[in-house]
């Protein structure tokens, strides 16, 4: 099952979202900011991330700033209440199943989503 995480007033959440649609992909919407991220989802999309916890959190956000901390500072724990009360943090979209990770909207990357086969059609074309 795809999630795809959002927020409102998000061109590239709405984006990726149509493109789902578009790909008749199912996929569960949450919205970060009116359904509150579980723990176990904010540690789930930590590890999956690549390059640690700067894949999935905006450092130019207001609220990082006024954090005026580095997230190397941070204990997992702490990493995760600062996500929970401030889920602005979060880049957007975040798209997720079992198999792919993308992190923002991606014409290239989304497709990721797709089976292996209507992948490969789409780059042939």
Same mark, same amino acid.
């Given at each position: ?15 990726? @979202?149509?493109?789902?649609? $578009?790909? %008749? =992909? ?9 359904? =509150?991220?579980? #723990? $176990? &989802?904010? %540690?789930? =999309?930590? !590890?999956?991330? &690549? /390059?640690?916890?700067? +894949? ?5 956000? @207001?609220?990082? !700033? &006024?954090? #005026? !901390?580095?997230? #190397?500072?941070?204990?997992?724990? $702490?990493?995760?209440?600062?996500? %929970? ?5 979060? %880049? ?5 199943? #079992? /198999? ?5 909207? +991606?014409?290239? $990357?989304?497709?990721?989503? =797709?089976?292996? &086969? ?8």
């Amino acid at each position: 099952m795809i999630i795809l995480y959002t927020s409102p007033g998000c061109a590239s959440c709405r984006k990726a @979202k149509h493109w789902l649609k $578009e790909h %008749k =992909l199912s996929f569960v919407e949450k919205n970060i900011f009116s359904s =509150l991220l579980r #723990d $176990e &989802e904010i %540690k789930y =999309l930590l !590890q999956r991330t &690549e /390059n640690g916890s700067e +894949d999935i959190i905006s450092t130019r956000s @207001k609220v990082f !700033q &006024e954090l #005026d !901390q580095d997230l #190397d500072d941070l204990t997992f724990s $702490e990493l995760i209440d600062f996500i %929970k009360e401030n889920p602005s943090v979060l %880049k957007r979209p975040i798209i997720v199943d #079992d /198999n792919s990770f993308v992190v923002g909207y +991606d014409d290239d $990357e989304i497709t990721s989503f =797709l089976p292996r &086969e209507k992948r490969t059609k789409i780059t042939l074309k």
